[in-house]
């Protein structure tokens, strides 16, 4: 086990460098988890807005007595420049001028013009929540008119239609349940970890492999390894063990990450899978570390790689972005790549994809085409290095 040996004796050498890329690339996945997860979840707001009555009638009271009970209303001058000042600050989301003959207005005001005629608004940008308010305004005239057309008198309609708005609508996404494999115990808010792995793995398993590789494969090295007793075979043999070594201690260092986001050990099926679908991606990883070596290239350049690749591929296949997202010409691209498969899988466990445990197994294996491809790539690339 002489070249074994030697292997981690090169790795605690750089062993600076491989800390380096783990802690940098786990200070980064830490929070893009947790961001990303937090977009993924829908959570009901208030806004904060500044509303002014120009027409004090009992239709406007009601009104602002609607948008208060679930926004907070924001006390300030009716000045412009303080109201934009307190925008700019954000203050205040959104403000609202309930223009004079609002009543009447409501009663006759064209369809089509109702929320120029009615209200005067201001909100310093185009958001969902801008969006949201203006919606709801438009949709609250429009109830209170469509009540007072089936012959409900103003007093009536109003508290109709705002009984009929507060009303929650209970919505169900339901699938086929022959392709339903989802489990609660893996959601697709914390999918996301194992996502983002499709470029960490990447960026730190051919950053924290390759010098080692390099610095093996480099002419001092092999001609000692070539006079030793060691033959050919058995040096790549325990070459590829001391790349599984490393490459499993990655693997279980970020899984024990997981572990940190997931709020204790993984649960149920899916958790085993991903966590399998991750192992096979970080061989798969390892394997291409190793081709690119083969090559002999120096490690600046191996790094830059290691980076196109990264990105591009994640880009591609739907680690940063839900492949339900990407364009089809772009997921065509990506299935030539490992990544598309590896976050395939990913999506189908945690449901944000449609899929069978079949779907599932031809993910995994064609990541193991993938890996059976590069290793045939790295004997042959090799082979013609030793014949140079």
Sequence with gaps: MQVFKLFFKIARSKIGISLLFLAVFMTICFPMTRATREQSNFEETSLSLYIYDEDQSEASRRLIENLAANNDIVELPHDRQMILDAMYYEIVDYALVIRAGYESRLLNAD?????????ETYHMHDSYAAAMMSLYLNDYVRSVRTRMALGLELPEAIPEAEKDLAREIPVEIVADPAKEIKDENFTESFSVFFRLLTYIFVAVITNALCPILL????????KRIQCSSVSTSSAIAQTFLGSAVMVVLIWLTFMACGMILYGGFYKGMNCALAVGDAFLFALLT???????????????????????????????CGAFLPQSMLDSSVLTVGKLLPGYWYVKAIDILSGAQTGTMHDIWVCFGAQAGFFLLLLI????????????
């Design 111 to 119: 369809e089509d013009t109702a929320e120029e005629t009615l209200f």
């Design 286 to 316: 390892a394997m291409f570390s190793i081709f690119l070596c083969s090559f002999r290239l120096g490690t600046m350049a191996v790094g830059m790689i290691s980076q196109i690749v990264g990105l591009g591929m994640s880009f591609l």
């Design 215 to 222: 610095s093996l494969n480099s002419g001092d090295q092999q």
């Design 377 to 388: 790539l790295t004997v042959i690339v090799s082979s013609c290095q030793m014949k140079r």
